[in-house]
């Protein structure tokens, strides 16, 4: 299996060459030659599978050049019962008579991008250790994706990592999550500014492409194939789940609908795939908050994104995104995988800030069965308030965007599955102001907020945080 860019202008490259590439070489997105395909017959045989056995046979379609039994390994290593709280690893657990929530996020850092990241960290160390090389990700966080990335690449081989992170801008509990870390190949800094200054760094200094590859600088963000392809193995394991209990004769085909509180359109990006490998998902819903530009784009056809500026800022923070960058990969295979199409889309999209794709709009609907909706804050409230209500359970306000909308796709007799993507006790006001009910620490991070913290605070300057980078970075 080789991968190429969606620009067309890559050599064809093997899994372990693109997992420490961030873009293609020619600024596309990268993508496998072609899908691989899974029979009815395959996915039942995958029945009895723990997570970290399903995990590996997925992946092993996607990581052709590396051998199964290392693949075993970092499976069974990425997804251990010492991250994840639960046994399961992606437990399912049914709010009322129609929709079940598909647990991501069990693991360190509460929230669904541990999922893909734990498995990119062992990746990223054996391909580092095969090839002799080093790698020093350089990221800007506002919180989860962060803390995901610090937690997957903490003690590792060849790794280094530098996240820079907004000055007092983020949570208690995200800046102890993060600062307590005590690992040497975890750098946080604290920038004074915002966020966009942060990323602006990030941006400076991976643009200077003499210190880039002197200092071998690299990211984990969401477009990392690597980070894509893991989360495809959840969407496989929640369809056997919720299949368990269906007649043996019945399986083949059963079909479930699935929601997906959406973003970078990463996740739901997994879920596609995992349908075009031939799961059988009925609806695919993308769940948006007010910041709904893909909602819009699901609807009209018309893909119009915001800036940083017209972004709101919401209660469920991070979807708080206008320019999906993963929406590449669909739009590629919307115009029927033709390089050319796609960059006469993105020049009319730079000329005119939107493209008209309702011509294709058609195979959204019928072929790949996506829908959408978006919520608000109200809405999120009065969903955390009847879930509550209902059965008990509190949900995190990005798995209420999900709820909400899902709410609007159920059909008779098919189950409607909702990704959870964060836990509760991360986002404790959104819940108390819904439920009255006060959430503290989860028992497994007690005593987090007591740690002694790590931290370098750096003016939003480039010159110091390259002289940083320089003195700390991991060579081989
Ligand atoms: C990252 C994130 C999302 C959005 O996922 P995408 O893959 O970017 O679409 C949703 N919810 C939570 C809690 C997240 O951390």
Redesign the pocket.
Known sequence: MKYISTRGGMEPAPYSAILLEGLATDGGLVVPETLPRVTADEIESWRSFSYPELAAEVLSRFATDIPRDDLDRMCRDAYSSELFVTEEIVPLTPIDDEITLVGLSEGPTL???DMAMQFLGQALEYVLARSDRALNILGATSG??GSAAEYALRGKDGIAVFMLSPQGRMSAFQRAQMYSLEDENIHNIAVAGVFDDCQNLVKSLSSDLEFKRAHHLGTVN?INLGRISAQIVYYFWAWLRASDGVPADERAGYEVSVT?????????LSGHLAKTMGLPLRKLVLAANENNVLDHFFRTGVYAPRTAAETHATS?P??D?SK?S?LERFVYDLVGCDSERLGEAWRELDETGRIDLTAELVRFEAEYGLRSGSSTHADRVATIRSVHERSGILI?P?TADGVKVAREYVEPGVPMLVLE??KPEKFPDIVFEATGVQLGIPEQLAGLLERAQRVTEMADDAGELRAFISAHAVHR
Do not use: L, R
């Open positions: 929230a669904f991008k989860d994706t969401s997906v509180p959406s973003g970078n359109f990463g996740n739901i469920s991070s979807m995104i999906a993963n995190d990005h993507t964060a």
